[in-house]
């Protein structure tokens, strides 16, 4: 749950009443970045609040080659060189050349927070032409559970039960999904939780649905619902990351081996009534789509930079380079004083 006090001075909402039109949203060049430049920015703000530092990717790497030497090479791997199409001054397209694709990896979470993020508001904004009713986040929440596997298929059950009711089925239209889960290093357990984005029908209070919960868990009844205004922000809640870096940090070995060790395909994000249509390619096997503008797909070295008409061309940059371009975004300047 987010603080209601976080804006954002310029997200616009996309979906502003039932019967505004959608205009999907075209994320400027300099929005294009990869995990890690998100991630730095995100643990900064992060890191004014919180005590502990925020880690690194290379924090990570350096806990998880102590455990699991195989996982740790992998994540180090990853996104430690890109492909870049650009003309020196623009960047059309950019991808790593591997992707470990982990939840727990800081680069490859954030990617998939932000390509789930733009898929889920286009489909989202798409539904609500045909239906009426009020966007909200609804977030419903276990009791601490020894296991992480354990506490998400509790989560899961206690859900399908009360997606059931006869209750959710008269006040939600539509909803989408996430499970979230962090760690109690005091308690030695996982919090595991369900962030929806719902189209609510007629008004459902805080407390009805809480008795309705508790009745499904047996023993958890804290739940939160509020309106979102703005569908981006709702969206950016859901799509985040599963799991805090910070968490991966204060975990005990055999707990932090069960986060690396989680079922590859571990279903993370669930959808139903008119949101039904909310699929999401999860695991999208093809890493060269990564950050494409849909627009921009065709093109190819050789052809003219939509912006400026110079030429385009395809370069291999390593990890210092990428963050470099998004950071100054002069290609050539870069490659003389990088290379060697
Ligand atoms: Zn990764
Ligand atoms: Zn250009």
Redesign the pocket.
Known sequence: MTPRTQQETNSKPLISGRNSTFTPSIYPVQQVRIGEREFRDASRRKSERWTVRTPTKRDIVARLERVSAEDGLRLKQCCSAFRVLT????TLRSYPTFRCKKPFCPDCAAERANRLGRQTEAKIAEAMRTHKGRLCLLTLTMKNAATLDGGLVKLKNAFTKFKRRKEFKEHIKGYFGAFEYTFNPKTNDFHVHLHLIILRGKFWNQSDISDVWRDVTGDSFIVDIREIKDAHKGVKEVCKYPMKPADLMTMPDDKFLEVVKMKKGTRMFISGGCFYNVKLDDDADDAADDNVFSQFADLTEGDA?P????ELFDVLVNRQQHIGLHELNSMPNLIKNNSS
């Open positions: 003309c020196g001054q623009h930079c912006f400026c008409k110079e």
